[in-house]
């Protein structure tokens, strides 16, 4: 394991990235930086909404599942005459 992280810091301290020149009407610098700073923020309140959706999904799912058994054990007493 340590010979993986090692390589990788290793690899990752030796790459050296040079952007190319800026076309015509390419954004560059603030407006490339609120642009993601936009797109990195929507993804993650789109990482969030999800996990909400989700948390309120299961919890309607636990409510409805509970009734259910609920259903079933008054049904089954009635029906064993209790």
Known sequence: MLGIVALHFTG????????????????????????????????????????????ALDEQSRRQAGERLGDLVEGAVRRHGG
């Open 12 to 55: 990752m301290a030796a790459l050296t990235i040079t952007p190319f020149a800026p076309l015509s009407g390419a954004l560059t610098g603030q407006t490339a930086q609120t642009f993601l700073a936009i797109a990195v923020a929507g993804g993650g309140l789109l990482v969030v909404g999800t996990g909400v959706a989700s948390y």
